[in-house]
């Protein structure tokens, strides 16, 4: 049968699969970075929660994809040296970002995430891989449903224009 065989972690990456979980790697350790940060800004408890459970989700992720790279020799892209603690008592205002701006920008970065878990299983020839990434996905439904309740009960969630329909 070739290079596809019945052991998917003994097939080849393909070019698209490299590159996919390269860049995933990449923008999630950028991610981890600014998440870091954001604990330091950010007053609420519940909303460092959720930044907590996101660094520990994307440095899993990372784990276990980096090793297929790696396998398949490939040097994972390099992560970002940790951010020390703060407390965001100590950030001037003019210069600390809000729960509300913090809680807009993980919304954002959740779809995006679920975006980039999609992209790269539509590529996938290497079940395993297509397998990690609709964890990935799965997971990061999950973590964004639960940061919609929160920025929902906070009074956070800013939406577009609501549609009312028009009664005749």
């Not at 994809?65 to 603690?85: C, D, F, Q």
């Not at 309740?149 to 800013?158: A, M």
């Amino acid at each position: 049968m070739g290079v596809m065989n019945d052991n998917p972690k003994n097939e080849p990456l393909h070019y698209g699969e490299v590159v996919g979980i390269w860049a995933y790697v990449a923008a999630n350790n950028g991610l981890i970075s600014m998440y870091e940060a954001f604990v330091n800004h950010a007053g609420d408890k519940e909303l460092i929660g959720v930044l907590e459970d996101a660094i520990k989700m994307m440095k899993s992720e990372n784990t276990s994809v980096e090793k297929i790279l790696k396998e398949n020799g490939v040097t994972p892209p390099p992560a970002m040296p940790s951010r020390g603690k703060a407390s965001s008592e100590d950030i001037p205002t003019g210069a600390k970002f809000s729960d509300q701006e913090i809680a807009a920008i993980l919304g954002v970065n959740a779809g995006q995430g679920l975006v980039s878990c999609s992209q790269v299983m539509g590529q996938c020839s290497r079940e395993d891989v297509a397998a990690h990434f609709a964890r990935f996905h799965a997971d990061r439904a999950t973590a964004g449903a639960k940061l919609l309740r929160l920025t929902k009960q906070k009074g956070w969630l800013v939406t577009p224009p609501l549609h009312q329909q028009k009664s005749n």
